[in-house]
């Protein structure tokens, strides 16, 4: 299932550092390469800088040395309204607008990039089959709708301009496990659709082996090692191992389940 | 004879002077949230702006009325109608409530809310209009509602350079020591009040982001 890279890879991190005004570094010497239609899972502590990587793909951040490419152009050097808007981006806090409604949360970008209400109403009415939400919740306003519902809307919602990059920020962690569970699976299935270039987010390795095709491991500002999910559990490279044992069994057996 | 005797007796010049009353607050209410609500949106938006700009608008505050209004007088083109200074000093002492508020209300929306709009690639005036003020909205409309409550109160006292309104009663009936008529300034400018203070807080919870 894994795709191979085709051309430039999707996004490209050169001697990236990000250094924070006070001058504390949290992120330094990143190289990276994010091919397109794979999922790259950041994996790491808090504070290890996995954020600071994924803001710095949409521009939130800017890299204090080095440069970050997506698709083939330097983020510092393109439209930043443009380059935002061709990225979907998901968080843990979900961020939907509150007094907007479902349908109006979902089509807001393509609003404002000026489609016509017709097809907007197409899209969101597709983007919530997709997510799999019933097309009555679409009237709803975030406040009325549970976590899990929620955090669908906020992935149909990045995918409403149907960006080649989608950006997920611990989307499901402050979910209940079972919900979790349900999303990562449907993730996965989405994911084997769509094809996207996803850059994921998260504490998890059970999630990170079930949902990536690399493993992203960071620690302290640092890229420790990239792997796939089954040399994850083979490395010798002591943090990864360290995470392996630490997860124990259940991250194998997940891992297994992923690929099923 | 009794105050509301009185009222009806000199209905028209109540409703005169009433009419002047809500001449001057309402203009002054105009005034201060064109001015206050961008000010508001500068300090929450740039901290550096905030502290000169809620600082000098608590300063305002804290001038007596009776003082600001006897500053004020000496001033060209302002200082040749008592209205026009009535009206300037009750637009500064409205300020404060509107930078606050407005301030308070941008700062107080989820910075979850205002990072996934920038994510989505919201442009800043996109982002101010469609999420930020809509949801202070509330906020910066209580703001409002303390200004105009306040500024009813304090145009009684802009009768003392002559700009009319229902002080006029107020300081008439002081000089001659009648009760029924500082009443009849004073209980159309309290009715005045509550039902601004009424609407207003109904707006405000209509308005109220769920």
Redesign the interface.
Known sequence: MKPTATGSPAIAFRDVAYTLPGGQPLLSGLNLQIDRGETLVLLGRSGSGKTTTLKLI?R?LIPSAGEVIVNGEPTAASD??????S?G?V?Q???????FSVERNIG??PR?EGWPAERIQQRVDELLRMVGLESQIASR?P?QLSGGQRQRV?VA??LAADPAIL?MDEPFGALDALTRDQLQREFLALQRRLNKTVVFVTHDLREALRLGSRIALMEAGRLITVLSPDEFLQSREPLAAAYAQAFGESAASAANRGKS | MNVFHFILQNHEQVLELTLEHLWMVGVSTVFAVLIGIPLGILSAHRPVWNKPVLGTANVIQTIPSLALFGFLLPLPWLGDRADRLAILALTLYALLPVIRNTYTGIRGV?P????????????GS?LLF??EL??ALSVILSGVRVAVVVSVGLATIAAAIGAGGLGEFIFRGLAMVNNQLILAGAIPAAVLALSADFGLGWLERRLQ??
Do not use: S, W
Request: hydrophobic share 45%.
């Open positions: 949409n939130l930043v309204i443009r380059l935002r808007r990225i981006y968080i806090e979900v961020g939907l607008f509150p007094h807001l970008v404002i306003y406040h906020g919602r990045a950006l | 989820d979850a809310v205002v990072e996934a709009g920038r994510g989505m690639g919201l442009t996109q469609q999420v809509p949801l982001p769920r």
